[in-house]
């Protein structure tokens, strides 16, 4: 079992150097090819556990074309399942084999290094071309000298999105007392205005009955929104964990919109595109108990949104 092999590559070895396990993660685009790519190594000493990934993932677009947005989906969707089944059940996550559909682990391999990061990273250089080596970069894509800042662009994205203040303006004209339910600072509607700290929950609109947040899925490269969507369904979780074992439990929603494919801008392909996001984040928004709503207009959000509210009582007979 894999689980085994990191147990028993614990032990000390030279002064300085840890001896430890580590395992290639692959992608694996056709499963009757044997063609496939090193997207990140994990390694464990025994005590801890790192997960470097290769961040020139851009070279897929190079392979695939316009088919390597759903690659790009696949192997993010992959690498969060990885951590997450680790931070669970540590390295006996890895004995599953299969991760998603397309990303699998390897052979575990003994290492030394000075450090389980270094041995990851050494791993990872030595057998990803998807990896360029500079700067190295960790699970969430940040860079080392710098972990806050992927996060801070994050927020950004974030904070730039306009979709919660046309939402509260819509359902202002039909709802006003609607608008209080919104965060503080999207009621000032100026996205300048909206601030996230690093680690806080945030949330766009909370009720007795709903919990949500909202984002933007651009009809070019929908697959680029995927991070911020990731982001603010983390946020909802937090909060939906307050109120585990609540009876007045609330419905907790990530809401996103995307043009419709009658939109003169929207093609066909796009279209097909941006309904593989939404597939793949509803499966990640049940798994964490949550759903995921998706509407392509500002309109049929708030139209959600009061529905939920206020629920449409069923005719007598």
């Known amino acids: 079992m894999i689980s085994d092999a990191f147990v028993r590559g614990a032990f000390p070895s030279r002064d300085g150097m840890i001896r430890g396990t580590w395992v290639p993660i692959f992608f694996q685009p056709n499963p009757d090819s044997l063609e496939r ?15 470097a990934v290769a961040n020139v993932q851009r070279r897929l677009r190079c392979l695939f074309g316009k088919e390597a947005e759903i690659a790009e989906l696949a192997i993010r969707v992959g690498l969060d399942s990885l951590r997450e089944q680790i931070s669970r059940r540590g390295p006996e996550a890895l004995d599953n084999g299969n991760l998603v559909s397309g990303v699998r682990y390897g052979s575990p391999e003994k ?29 969430v894509g940040a860079v080392m000298s710098d972990e806050d800042h992927e996060e801070r662009l994050l927020r950004k994205r974030i904070v730039n999105d306009r979709l919660p203040i046309l939402v509260m303006k819509e359902l202002s004209r039909e709802k006003p007392a609607f608008e209080n339910s919104f965060n503080t600072n999207i009621r000032r509607s100026d996205s300048r205005a909206i601030r996230i700290r690093p680690q806080e929950v945030y949330i766009a609109y909370s009720s007795n009955r709903l919990v949500a947040n909202f984002a933007t899925l651009p009809s070019s490269q929908p697959a680029r929104a995927v991070d911020v969507v990731k982001r603010l369904m983390w946020d909802l979780e937090q909060d939906a964990k307050r109120e585990t074992g609540r009876l007045d439990s609330r419905s907790h929603e990530m ?22 996001v939404v597939e793949e984040l509803t499966d990640q928004a049940h798994s964490g108990g949550l ?27």
């Open 37 to 51: 790519f090193v997207i990140g190594v994990t390694a464990w000493d025994g005590q801890k556990h790192f997960l």
């Open 255 to 276: 809401i996103v919109f995307h043009r419709s494919l009658a939109d003169p801008e929207m093609t066909e392909a796009q279209y097909q595109r941006v309904q593989t």
């Open 111 to 139: 290492g030394e290094a000075v450090s389980v990061e270094e041995l990851a990273w050494r791993a990872l250089e030595g057998t990803a071309v998807l990896h360029d080596g500079r700067p190295r970069m960790t699970h």
């Open 291 to 317: 759903e995921l709503v998706s509407r392509d207009s500002v309109p049929a959000i708030a139209q959600h949104i009061i529905d939920t509210e206020i629920p449409r009582r069923l005719p007598l007979h």
